[in-house]
């Protein structure tokens, strides 16, 4: 199966969206609005973003996301620093304490991440990983040269 570019990045946020989805739908943390954990769970994904992103993402209101933020914070697990070209917001960042507590909800969801990664074999798995290695370098790398 030939695919250019576009179908290729096309199905990649296909297969995160629907991961999310099953994730969203298999941990009830999730499931129930705990808005922590979605919160949690969004920034380990995404990295360092803008508080006006998270909430479009999160789909709250600014309000909210602030009063949701505030708590994350004081906990240790986020932090928020002003954006460095929009003096109107801030980035919000997880610590190393909000890393681990996303990962430690993360791994308590039924499973999930075995489900998504059933479908390969252990050299695929390893092929994948490298992969999506090689794209978060090379993200990380384009995020250096833009600030």
């Known amino acids: 199966m030939s695919m250019d570019d576009r179908e290729l990045v096309e199905l990649f946020h296909d297969v995160a969206r629907i991961s999310h989805q099953r994730e969203v739908r298999n941990n009830d943390a999730l499931a129930h609005g705990s808005g922590q954990s979605r919160c949690?769970?969004?920034l380990?994904?995404?990295?360092?973003?803008?508080?006006?992103?998270?909430?479009?993402?999160?789909?709250?209101?600014?309000?909210?996301?602030?009063?949701?933020?505030?708590?994350?914070?004081?906990?240790?697990?986020?932090?928020?620093?002003?954006?460095?070209?929009?003096?109107?917001?801030?980035?919000?960042?997880?610590?190393?304490?909000?890393?681990?507590?996303?990962?430690?909800?993360?791994?308590?969801?039924?499973?999930?991440?075995?489900e998504l990664l059933a479908a390969l074999t252990k050299p695929q798995r390893e092929q994948f990983g490298e992969i999506l290695a090689a794209i978060k370098r090379h993200y990380q790398e384009l995020d250096r040269h833009d600030h």
Do not use: C
């Not at 949701?68 to 460095?84: N, Q």
């Not at 960042?93 to 039924?110: F, P, Q, V």
């Open 40 to 42: 949690l769970l969004t």
């Open 44 to 114: 380990s994904g995404l990295g360092p973003v803008s508080q006006r992103r998270l909430a479009a993402i999160l789909g709250i209101r600014s309000a909210s996301l602030s009063e949701l933020l505030g708590k994350m914070e004081t906990r240790g697990w986020i932090v928020r620093t002003p954006h460095p070209e929009d003096g109107r917001t801030y980035m919000v960042a997880l610590t190393e304490e909000g890393k681990a507590e996303a990962m430690r909800r993360r791994s308590a969801d039924n499973g999930a991440s075995g």
